[in-house]
């Protein structure tokens, strides 16, 4: 069984950073796309950024230039470094993964329990 642990939210105040990492662990074949995405209190969950296995980069336009997604592949591990924090951004994030749990399964999203972040102005 698959499993995605998050770590590292909290309360930062405005123009802070915070760092978010994400392990997958368990049965893993191959493991693909990893992302981060974002679900604040009465809106729908966002893609906030995105790396392929190896190492193509996307980001919603909200957060280009403040935000760096990357991974370690050998730690099944995705990291979301977040600077220049605003209000805005507080959210739960989630971090998601294109799994292949054995050689003979397709392709299976998971995703992480979640890590609050809150941004005070």
């Known amino acids: 069984q698959v499993q995605l642990v998050e770590s590292g939210g909290g309360l930062v105040q405005a123009g802070g950073s915070l760092r978010l990492s994400c392990a997958a662990s368990g049965s893993i074949f191959s493991l693909d796309d990893m992302g981060w995405y974002r679900q604040a209190p009465g809106k729908e969950r966002e893609v906030v950024a995105s790396i392929t296995n190896i190492h193509t980069t996307t980001y919603t336009d909200s957060v280009k230039g403040r935000f760096t997604i990357s991974r370690d592949s050998a730690k099944a591990t995705v990291y979301l470094q977040m600077n220049s924090l605003k209000p805005e951004d507080t959210a739960v994030y989630y971090c998601?993964?294109?799994?292949?749990?054995?050689?003979?399964?397709?392709?299976?999203?998971?995703w992480g329990q979640g890590t609050q972040v809150t941004v005070s102005s």
């Open positions: 998601n993964a294109k799994i292949r749990p054995y050689i003979s399964s397709r392709r299976l999203d998971y």
